[in-house]
């Protein structure tokens, strides 16, 4: 054999042992690429269930927290409902003098300018304070202002409700 012939098949023993070692790379190479592409697509899924899991939990929070919204509601349309009810009754009842409104006499105010005696005589059939009936226009004006009153309250007790339960 030649030097060159010599020459050429260690060229070509270097050659093959290069492509050889390069296949080996290759394969070892692939086999940790496929072990990390399934690692990272398992990390995946794990993130991605997650994210389904508090992302249903948040819905339900809302569909359970507008639902109890929904309740409140209801409630204070009622309850805005009766008191609205009972004093369109009352101002009827005003209205056709079948109730009067009255307040009760200090009966010991010297400025009223009544004496009224403090124990029941045996005249008096009533053994009751003295009262004053109002005016049934004022009386009216009275029944309007607790009217209000009753709606604040109403409306107040059910912007606290949604606040509680916007809140939790």
Not at 20 to 41: E, I, M, N, S
Not at 82 to 87: G, H, I, L, S
Not at 122 to 139: C, E, F, I, N, Y
Request: glycine share 4%; hydrophobic share 45%.
């Amino acid at each position: 054999m030649t030097s060159v012939q010599k020459l050429a098949l260690i060229l070509l023993a270097m050659a093959v042992s290069f492509g050889a070692a390069w296949q080996v790379q290759d394969w070892r190479y692939d086999g940790k690429l496929a072990k990390q592409a399934a690692q990272f697509q398992t990390d995946l899924d794990t993130i991605s269930n997650a994210a389904t899991a508090q992302a249903r939990a948040e819905q339900d929070k809302r569909l359970a927290t507008e639902q109890q919204l929904a309740a409140y509601d209801q409630q204070h349309s009622k309850e805005l409902s009766d008191a609205q009810r009972n004093q369109a009754q009352l101002r009827d009842r005003l209205a056709t003098a079948d109730v009067r409104l009255s307040v009760l006499l200090d009966a010991m105010d010297s400025a009223s300018g009544c004496d009224v005696p403090t124990a029941p005589g045996a005249v008096g059939v009533v053994h009751a304070a003295r009262r004053a009936q109002l005016d049934p226009t004022h009386a009216q004006r009275i029944i309007a202002i607790t009217d209000d009153g009753d709606n604040a309250v109403i409306a107040l007790r059910a912007c606290q409700a949604y606040v509680r339960a916007v809140s939790h």
